[in-house]
C-alpha cells in the first residue's frame, strides 16, 4: 500500500529525458530497491546461493542476468526476464513459494524499466552492506506497513445513489453499492421470501424454518416482519448452537488427542459447551477471546449460577487440544511440536497471522520474527497441561470453617475415648493384640519374596492359566507385607520393644532389653536427601489448599462403621476434610540427573504419581514412569529415570481426577507425600524419626533404667506411652513416633475407631459427614496451571538441540513489544495485548469471520490469514467500517450496539439489503464479476456436514433439541455440534461433508463434491432410517391427505418452499411409476410405508436440500 | 493471490489453488494426458503405484540387510550409546535367527524370511539406509504417509491422485484394501486421509472380502429404480440449478452422482473373482491354509485388478497374528517373540507378494506400476527384552520394484550392526520424492496453499534416489 502513493506520484507521464531518469531513481528508490531486498535477495545475492547464476543485488548482475537471460534490459520491459517472472507469464514464477506481487509492484518494475532501469547500484555490494541491508530491522519495518497491521480509521460511508441497494440507508448497502458503481455492476434484485426465510433460517441457526414458522412469516404483513424475524433467529438457542460449531472451526475442536491410543482430552465438551453459552448470552468478543486465554486467572468471571461454575475459566480448554503422541522418544521435539500448535491456532483464529511459519526463521512474508514466536512460546511453556477446576468461588469452601471445627472437636472425643480405652482396659490384653497384628500372615507367603514360584503355584487352584500380572502382584504384596514385618522387629520401631521380648524369658529377655536400650541411642535419624530433586517445600499447587501438616492428622472416613483409618505422620496430605476434593502438588522443573527419584507417599483411588518430561502429559509405560497409588501405609516409591538425564522435568502427584490424560473420576482419591529423594543406595526410613518405646516415654519413667521388664510391666510401659501419646495428639504436639505408636494401637484394635464402640463421638462423626457430602465434587475441565515461568531460548533454525538466548515472554513485537511482567505465564497480558484497542487485527479479523459467514466469501476472503499469503480486502473501508463499529459503536453513533457484540454486529449485517439479494445475478454481474467478490448477489453455498445431518434431524421430525452434555455418537438425534469430535474415528456422515481440521485453525470449509457424498446419502442407513421413520408417521398422520397434497407438504417440510406445479406433475409420475414397478395397486398406495419412505427419502437428496441460496 | 471461496469449488478450481507450474500440468492430466507432458517434469516411468505397507516394523537386520556381526556379539552390550527406545527395556546383541544368501542374478543378499520375493531380486531396488524421524507407530505412521507426524496432512496416495487425476471414473483414485481382520494403522485413516487437499483424493477403504467392501456402495433399491429415482432427481435439480443460478455446481452434483451411481456396479465387478484362472487364485496363495495369508492374497490379486483399472494409488494392508506385540493396527510389532512372530507375517505375505511381482510382470504391467515396500520404521539389532526387538527408525530397509526401478540394486548401508544407517543415507521424503519422479512429478513443485503456506508431500526436504533409477 505504501507504494501506491509512489506509483501514482510518478505515473508514465510524458516527461524530457532528465526528469526520466530522476523520476527513474525516485521509483528505483521507493519501490523497485525495497522490494528487490525484500523478496530477491536471499536467493539471488553476490554472496549467497546465486539461485540461476543471478545476482539482484546490483545494476551490472541485473543486466547480466542469469541462465534464463537478462533480468533487465533497461527500456524494454518486454525482453527483461524479470518481467516475466513476477507476471507470472511462464514457469519463472518468482518469488518462489510466495505470493503473486501485487499488481501495482508489476506496474512500477515496467514503468522502472521503461524509465532506462535507473541503477545507483553500480558495484556487488560488501557482505557487510548486504547484510545491513537485508537486516531483519529493515525488513521488519518496511513489514509493518502491510495493510492489516495499519490502525483502524473510520472512512466515511459513501452517499446513497439511485437503486433499491444505494438509496439504503444502511451503511454497509452504500459500501456494497459505490463499489458495484464504480465497476458497472448492477446488483440483483431481492431474493423471495422463502428464500430469504430459509436463508435467514439456516445461517442463523443451522437448521431449515419449520412449516410453522414459515407460515407465520408468510402471513405477517408488518413493515418490521423482517427485522423481527432476524431478532426471533438471534433469541432462539440454535443460533448459539450454530455460531459456537463456527468457532469451534477455529480452534480446531476436538476431544482426543490423536495417536495411537487417541486418549480422550478430560471433559474436553465443556468447552463446546462454555462456547455456545457464551454466544447465547452475547459476552463481548474482547472478552470471549480473553477467556480463551486467560479465563482461569480473570480478576472477575463470569459465573453460572445454577451450576456453580466459573465460566470463565473453561475458556482456557482449546490449549488442551493439540496432538500429542505415544511415548516419545524425543519428548523436548513433541513439546516444541504441541506448543507450536497451540501459537499456531492463537495466532491465526484471533489474529489472522501464521506466527506459527517463524518457529525456524524470521517470517518468509509478515512482520513476523522468529523472537516472536519464542515469546509466545515462553507464555505457553510457561504452563502445564491439566485438568482445570473450574468451581464458582466459594463453591467448595462452605462448611469449611465448620468442618474444621468439626475434626477438631472428634479429636478431642476421640483422645477421650482412647484415654477411658487406656485407663480401663486389661495392658496385658492390649499388647497381645499388637504382638498378633504384627505377625498374622502364614509363612509361604513371605518365602515369595524372593521366590515367585511359590506365590506362582499358590494361585494356580484358583486361576485358570497362570496370569503374570497377577503373580508379579501377589509376589509384591509378599515381600511388602515381609519387609513391613521385619520393620517392625526393627529397633527404631515404637513396637520393637514387645516383639523382640516375645516369648523370651530370663537372660534372653535381658539381653534383647540391654541391646534395645542401647540400640535406641545408636539410631541416626535417616533423612531423605533430595539430591537435586525439588524439595517438597518448594512444590506448587492446584486444586484442594495442601499445606504440610504436622504429625497426626487424620482423615475422618466418609461412611461406614470406621472413624478414622489412619493417623498421619508429619508430610503433606490431600483430602483431609472432604472426599471429594481434587489436587495436583508438581514440582518445580528440574533437569533429571540421577538414575532413580523416590517418593514416600500413599494413595488410593487411583491417584497416580509420575515424573513428566518436557510437559508431555501422557503417563506412559516403561518410558514415562508413573505409578498409580495404592498403598495406605507411606512407602518409597521409585521411578527409574536414568533414560532422562539431563531432560528437563517436574515431578507430579495427583488425585484420579485431576490426572490430566487418563483422569479417572473416583471420589475416593487421595494422595500423601512425605519426602522425596534421588539419592542411590537403600532408601532412608520410611518413618522419621526413628524411635522407640524408649523415646515415648518419660525420662524417668521407672521401666527405662531397670532390668528387661516381665510382660505385664512392658504393658504398662506401653499404656503409660500411649497415654502420652493420646495426650500430645489431643494436644496438636504429637510426634511422629507418638502417631505411629497410637496408629499402630488404633491399627491393631487396641484402641477404638468403629462408631460402635464410640458412642460419644457419632453425632459430631455424622454431622461431619453430612457438610461433607454437601461439598460437591469439583467441575473439572481442561485446561492449563500455571508452572514455573519461563523465557524460552530460541532454537537457532528451529532445531531443538540448538538452543541459544531466551527470549522475554512478550506478545508480537509489531504489536506490542514490551516484555510481561516476570511473575507469572503472561497470560493475562497476551489476552490483553490481543484485544487491546492498539491491535487492529483483532476486530478485523473477527467481523470479517462474521462477513464470511454471513455471506459465503469473507471481504477478505483467506479468513485465517491476513498477512502477505492471504488475499487482499474486496472493500477494505467497509472491513474498516464494521470493525471500528464493532469496538465503538458509540464513538460510531450507534449507541444502541454493545461494543464487541457479536449478536448485534450478525443484526447489523443481516438487516442490510445486502443481505436479502437474490441468488441469481444481472447480466453485467455475470460478465465483469464472474466471482462475485463485489457481492452483487446471494452465493449459493453448500451447507456444512453439520447442518446437512441437522436438517435431516429437523426435517424428518427427529430432532432431539437437548442442549448440552458430554457428547453422543452420531447415530444419536442430538444436533451434530454434540456428537462427538474423535480425532481417529470422525463420524462417517460428517467426515463425508468436508469435516474442518481437528489440527489448526479453519475458519473456511472446504466444499468437494466426491461420490462418498452421494452413496452416504442414497445408500447410508442414517438417511435412510430417518426417511423410513417420517414415512411411517405420514402415512398416519395424513391418511386422509391425497398423495400430491402429501407431497406439496414433503416439499415444504424437506426446502421450506411450495413445489411448482410441474414439481407436483414429475414427483407424482415418478411415485407412481415407482409404485407399478413395485407392483403396489393404486389403492395401497396412500398406507404403502417403503413407498413414502423413497419419496421422503428423495426429497433429502435433492442438491437443493444441502445448498443455501 | 490465492484463492476465492467459491461454494463449490470443481476440481480445476481446487487445482488453480496449487500455487506453482504443477497446476497447470495436473489439469492437463485431468484432460487425458500425462501430467509431466505439459509442464516439463521429470520423463514418466510409472503411473501407478502400489504400496505394500508392512505396518509395525519389519527387522531389516533379520530381512534385507545382512549383519554377520550380530552373531559374532551376540549377548553383548551394544559398543556405543544408542538412542533412547520406547520401552527403554534394551538387551544386548541378538543375532538373526534367517539364513541370509545371495539371491538371482545380482546377488543381492536376502534372508530366508522372504524366500519368494527373494527368487524376484532381480527386480527389486533395496535401499538399505532409509531412515524415518520417529520411533513410535501412530507419528511413524503419519510420517510415512504424509511426510507430517500428525494427522491432517494429505497422505501420498492423495497427492498422487491430485497431481495426476484419475484414469477411471468409476473407481476413487486412491485405493486402500483390507481383508480378514486387518484395520488401519496406528494413528487411524489419517493415514489415507486428504488433508487440505479436495476430497476425492482421499483414500477409500475397500475390504476385499467383505459384503458390501466399500461403506454405504450397496444400493437398497434395484439398479432400475435407482436409474428412475437418480433421472428424477437429475430433472428436479437441474430446475433448482436454473433457479438458483447454480447450473454449474448442479451439473457438477450430478455428475457426482452418477458417479457413485457407476461405482455401486463397478465395485462389485472388482472384487468378484470369479474370472480368474484357479491358476492364478493359486499362484497368489488364495487356497492358503493358513487365513490371514488367503486374506493377504486377495489383496494382493485385487491390487493387480485395480491396477489394470486404472487406479492411482493403491495400499495394501497386513494382517496380524496378536504375537509379542504385534496387533491389528502394527501387525509386525515384534517386541517379544520376535521370531514366531515374524516368521508367520512374512509366510502371509511373501507369496502373495512374489506372485503379484509375477502376474504384474507377465502381463506387461510392471514396467508402468511401481511397487512400494516399506514399513514405518525397523528395530533394534539388540533385543527387547529376551526375543523381541524395539522401534529402529535410525536405518532400516525398504524396497521398490517395477515403475522404472533399476532392478537387482542395493542402495546404502547401515552400521556394522545395522543400527544406524551410514552410507547413501536416504529419508521418507526421498522415498517419495523418488516415487512421484518416477510418476513425472518433480516433488517440489507438487504443492497446495494451505493456511498460508505451500505445502508438500514432501515437506521441505526430499532427494531423488537416482542410483536405483533405470
Known sequence: MLFVAALAALAGLARPATMQAAAGEELFEKVIRPYLVERCYECHGTHGTRENDLALDWAGGMRTGGASGPAVVPGKPAESVIMQALEHEN????????????????????????????????????????????????????????????????????????????????????????????????????????????????????????????????????????????DRLIASPHFAEHWARHWLDCVRYCETHGSEGDPTIPHAWRYRDWCIRAIRDDVPVDRFIREQLAGDLLPDPRIDRDTGTNESALGIGHLRMVPHGFTPTDPLDEMVTFTDNQIDVISKAFLGMTVSCARCHNHKFDAISQADFY?????????????????????????????????????????????????AGPPAALVEKLIAAAAPLPEPAADAGSDGKAVQDAVKPDAVKPDPQRIAREKEAAAKEKARRQRMREVDHPFAAALRLEGLSGDARSRAWDELRSGAAAVPAAQAAPGGVPELAAWMQYGERLAASPPGEFRVEPEGERVVT???????????????????????????????????????????????????????????????????????????????????????????????????????????????????????????????????????????????????????AYVRAARRAVEAWRDGTATDPQVRL?????????????????????????????????????????????????????????????????????????????????????????????????????????????????????????????????????????????????????????PTQRPWSLKDLVRFLVTSRTFRLAARPTESATRLDPGNTLFSHARLRRLEGETIRDSLLAASGRLDRQPFGPSVPGGAARRSVYVAVRRNAIDPFLAAFDPPSTQSTQGR???????????????????????????????????????DERIRRLFVEALA????????????????????????????????????????????????????D | MSTDSLPTLSRRQWLGRSSAGFGLAAVAGVLGRPAAASAGGPPVRAKRVIFLFMSGGVSHVDSFDPKPALAARAGQPMPFPVERTQFNNNGTIMPTQWEFRRRGGCGTEISDLFPEIAAHADKLAVVRSMTAKFSEHAQGNL????????????????????????????????????????????????????????????????????????????????????????????????????????????????????????????????????????????LYGLDAEDKQQAAYARQCLLARRLAERGVRFI???????????????????????????????????????????????????????????????????????????????????????????????????????????????????????TVLHQLGVDHENLTFRHGGRDMRLTDVHGHVLHKILA
Open chain 2, 315 to 433: 495400499e495394501l494392508s497386513c494382517l496380524a497374528y496378536n504375537i509379542g506385540g504385534g496387533n491389528n493396527a502394527n501387525p509386525w510389532d515384534n517386541h517379544g517373540k520376535l521370531k514366531e512372530g515374524h516368521e508367520k507375517m512374512a509366510r502371509q505375505v511373501d507369496r502373495p507378494i512374489a506372485a503379484l511381482l509375477a502376474d504384474l510382470d507377465q502381463r506387461g504391467l510392471l514396467d508402468d506400476t511401481l511397487v512400494v515396500w516399506a514399513g514405518e520404521f525397523g528395530r533394534t539389532p539388540f533385543s527387547q527384552g529376551s526375543d523381541g526387538r524395539d522401534h529402529n527408525p535410525l536405518g532400516y530397509s525398504i524396497w521398490m520394484a517395477g515403475g522404472g526401478v533399476k532392478g537387482g540394486t542395493v542402495l546404502g548401508a547401515t552400521d556394522e550392526l545395522g543400527y544406524r544407517a551410514v552410507e547413501d543415507v536416504a529419508t521418507l521424503y526421498d522415498l517419495w520424492a
Open chain 1, 1005 to 1043: 470449509r472446504d466444499v468437494s463434491h466426491v461420490p462418498a457424498q452421494s452413496l452416504v446419502l442414497m445408500n447410508g442407513d442414517f438417511v435412510r432410517g430417518l426417511a423410513t421413520e417420517r414415512a411411517t408417521r405420514l402415512v398416519g398422520e395424513w391418511r386422509e391427505l391425497p398423495c
Open chain 1, 375 to 423: 515469546a509466545l512460546f515462553g507464555t505457553l511453556a510457561s504452563c502445564r497441561p491439566a485438568v482445570i477446576q473450574a468451581d464458582a468461588p466459594g463453591r467448595r469452601d462452605r462448611h469449611r470453617a465448620e468442618l474444621a471445627t468439626l475434626k477438631q472437636s472428634i479429636r478431642g472425643l476421640l483422645a477421650e475415648a482412647w484415654l477411658a480405652t487406656l485407663a
Open chain 1, 742 to 894: 497410637l496408629d499402630g494401637f488404633a491399627a491393631a484394635g487396641a484402641l477404638p475407631c468403629d462408631l460402635g464402640s464410640l458412642p460419644s463421638v457419632r453425632e459430631t462423626v455424622e454431622r461431619f459427614r453430612a457438610l461433607a457430602r454437601e461439598i460437591p465434587p469439583p467441575v473439572r475441565a481442561p485446561g492449563v496451571i500455571e508452572g514455573p515461568v519461563v523465557d524460552q531460548p530460541l532454537f537457532v533454525r528451529g532445531n531443538h538441540k540448538q538452543p541459544a538466548a531466551a527470549v522475554p515472554r512478550r506478545f508480537l513485537e509489531a504489536l506490542d513489544p514490551r516484555p510481561f511482567p516476570p511473575a507469572a505465564s503472561g497470560r493475562l497480558e497476551l489476552a490483553a495485548a490481543i484485544v487491546a484497542g492498539s491491535n487492529p487485527l483483532t476486530p478485523r479479523v473477527f467481523v470479517n469471520r462474521v462477513w464470511h459467514h454471513l455471506f459465503g466469501r469473507g471481504i477478505v476472503a483467506s479468513v485465517d490469514t491476513f498477512g502477505q499469503m492471504g488475499d487482499p480486502p474486496t472493500h477494505p473501508e467497509l472491513l474498516d467500517h464494521l470493525a471500528v463499529r464493532f469496538v465503538s459503536p458509540a464513538a460510531d453513533g450507534v
Open chain 1, 566 to 716: 489412619r493417623l498421619l505422620p508429619a508430610g503433606i496430605h490431600s483430602n483431609l476434610l472432604a472426599a471429594s476434593d481434587g489436587s495436583v502438588l508438581h514440582s518445580p522443573n528440574f533437569p533429571v540427573a540421577s538414575d532413580e527419584i523416590r517418593l514416600l507417599v500413599a494413595g488410593a483411588g487411583r491417584s497416580r504419581m509420575r515424573i513428566v518430561v518436557w510437559n508431555y502429559p501422557r503417563p506412559l509405560g516403561l518410558l514415562y514412569p508413573n505409578q498409580t497409588l495404592a498403598n495406605s501405609e507411606p512407602e518409597w516409591i521409585t521411578l527409574k529415570t536414568a533414560v532422562w538425564k539431563g531432560e528437563r522435568a517436574h515431578l507430579e502427584l495427583a488425585t484420579g481426577g485431576d490426572l490430566a490424560v487418563e483422569a479417572v473420576d473416583d471420589a475416593g482419591s487421595w494422595f500423601s507425600v512425605l519426602a522425596v529423594d534421588s539419592g542411590s543406595g537403600p532408601p532412608p526410613a520410611v518413618h522419621r524419626p526413628a524411635a522407640s518405646l524408649f523415646d515415648l516415654l518419660s525420662a524417668d519413667d521407672p521401666v527405662l533404667g531397670g532390668p528387661a521388664p516381665d510382660p505385664a510391666a512392658l504393658a504398662v
Open chain 2, 143 to 282: 510420517f510415512i504417509h504424509t511426510g507430517f507426524p500428525f494427522l491432517g496432512s494429505p497422505s501420498a496416495g492423495a497427492w498422487t491422485t491430485y497431481g495426476l487425476g484419475r484414469e477411471c471414473d468409476e473407481l476413487p483414485g486412491y485405493v486402500v484394501l483390507q481383508s480378514g481382520d486387518a484395520g488401519p494403522p496406528h494413528g487411524g485413516v489419517a493415514c489415507y486421509g486428504n488433508g487440505f487437499l479436495p476430497a476425492d483424493t482421499q483414500g477409500s477403504l475397500l475390504r476385499c472380502d467383505a459384503d458390501p467392501p466399500l461403506r454405504d456402495i450397496r444400493p437398497w433399491e434395484e439398479a432400475a429404480g435407482q436409474r428412475a429415482r437418480l433421472d428424477y432427481l437429475a430433472a428436479m435439480n437441474r430446475r433448482f440449478g436454473g433457479r438458483a443460478a447454480a447450473a454449474d455446481a448442479v451439473e457438477a452434483a450430478i455428475r457426482t452422482h452418477e458417479t457413485a451411481f457407476r461405482m455401486q456396479a463397478a465395485v462389485p465387478a472388482l472384487t468378484d473373482l470369479s474370472a480368474e484362472t484357479e491358476a492364478t487364485k493359486r
Open chain 1, 1057 to 1108: 418452499r411450495e413445489p411448482g406445479t410441474e414439481e407436483v406433475a414429475a414427483t407424482r409420475a415418478w411415485l407412481d411409476a415407482l409404485a407399478a414397478r413395485r407392483g403396489v395397486p393404486a389403492a395401497d398406495v396412500p398406507g404403502h410405508v417403503p413407498l413414502w419412505a423413497d419419496l421422503v427419502h428423495a426429497t433429502y437428496n435433492l442438491e437443493e436440500f444441502i445448498h443455501v
Open chain 1, 91 to 230: 514457469d519463472l514464477l518468482m518469488p518462489k513459494g510466495g505470493p503473486k506481487p501485487p499488481a501495482e509492484i508489476v506496474r512500477a518494475f515496467r514503468t522502472w524499466i521503461e524509465l532506462g532501469a535507473a541503477d545507483p547500484r553500480t558495484r556487488p555490494p560488501s557482505a557487510e552492506e548486504l547484510a545491513q541491508e537485508t537486516s531483519w530491522e529493515e525488513i521488519f519495518a518496511r513489514r509493518k506497513n502491510w495493510w492489516s497491521l495499519q490502525p483502524l480509521e473510520k472512512p466515511a460511508v459513501p452517499p446513497p445513489a439511485a437503486g433499491w441497494l444505494a438509496a439504503s440507508g444502511h451503511p454497509v448497502d452504500r459500501f456494497i453499492a459505490a463499489k458495484l458503481a464504480a465497476a458497472g455492476v448492477e446488483p440483483a434484485a431481492e431474493a423471495d421470501p422463502d428464500t430469504l426465510l430459509r436463508r435467514a433460517t439456516l445461517v442463523l441457526t443451522g437448521l431449515p424454518p419449520t412449516p410453522e414458522e414459515r407460515a407465520a412469516f408468510l402471513a405477517d404483513t408488518a413493515a418490521d416482519r423482517w427485522e423481527r424475524v432476524v
